[in-house]
T-cell receptor
Framework: TQLLEQSPQFLSIQEGENLTVYCNSS?????LQWYRQEPGEGPVLLVT?????EVKKLKRLTFQFGDARKDSSLHITAAQPGDTGLYLC????????????FGKGTRLHILP | EPEVTQTPSHQVTQMGQEVILRCVPI?????FYWYRQILGQKVEFLVS????????KSEIFDDQFSVERPDGSNFTLKIRSTKLEDSAMYFC?????????????FGPGTRLTVT
């Protein structure tokens, strides 16, 4: 099985602090996506990384794909209350039409 | 910005009844998917669909499930005889062939409650 393990499961920090959440697997993925999901809504795509070692920035969010394409991280700089939510990593094995496998998510709570 | 839409947002049905969940994928997308999320659990793949046929299906997608693209815009998931354990959020997703092929865009979901 190609499980994606996310850590931590829960994280509560003060506004203005930096944080990193992780997504790890023992399997190689062709691409990894990060989604954000609000309660009762669908996952909203934040970023896709496809090249080992790739780094992408989205304002205060920095996403990195591991060199071996087995893991990824999401770093948030100067977290704000608006960053509160469930962050999901998801990976595709190969083919462009392939299903994506989701992790259980990291629930992030930024305290004002 | 184009988005995937789903109807209804919430469906309540009795066990044994048939339900049809509807999705309108992003118009120029070519690959379509259904996923489900049982409350408190992770999102799980059900089925992928391309060129009017199923590309892949999971073990969850048994004979009670079927998908159809009846026209150029709609993509439906039918559950023939619902069971209590089918209660979940059902998400439709679509993706474009080509450079953005890995990016699946999800609809807002249909909450199915089987009583």
């Amino acid at each position: 099985t190609q499980l994606l393990e996310q850590s931590p499961q829960f994280l509560s920090i003060q506004e203005g602090e930096n944080l990193t959440v992780y997504c790890n697997s023992s399997s190689v993925f062709s691409s990894l996506q990060w989604y954000r999901q609000e309660p009762g809504e669908g996952p909203v795509l934040l970023v896709t990384v496809v090249t080992g070692g790739e780094v992408k920035k989205l304002k205060r969010l920095t996403f990195q794909f591991g060199d071996a394409r087995k893991d990824s991280s999401l770093h948030i700089t100067a977290a704000q209350p608006g960053d509160t939510g469930l962050y999901l990593c998801a990976g595709a094995r190969g083919n462009r039409d392939d299903k994506i496998i989701f992790g259980k998510g990291t629930r992030l709570h930024i305290l004002p | 910005e184009p988005e995937v839409t789903q109807t209804p947002s919430h469906q309540v049905t009795q066990m044994g009844q048939e339900v049809i969940l509807r999705c309108v994928p992003i118009s120029n997308h070519l690959y379509f998917y259904w996923y489900r999320q049982i409350l408190g659990q992770k999102v799980e793949f059900l089925v992928s669909f391309y060129n009017n046929e199923i590309s892949e299906k999971s073990e969850i997608f048994d004979d009670q499930f079927s998908v159809e693209r009846p026209d150029g815009s709609n993509f439906t998931l039918k559950i023939r005889s619902t069971k209590l354990e089918d209660s979940a959020m059902y998400f439709c997703a679509s993706t474009l062939q080509g450079t953005a092929a890995y990016e699946q865009y999800f609809g807002p979901g249909t909450r199915l409650t089987v009583t």
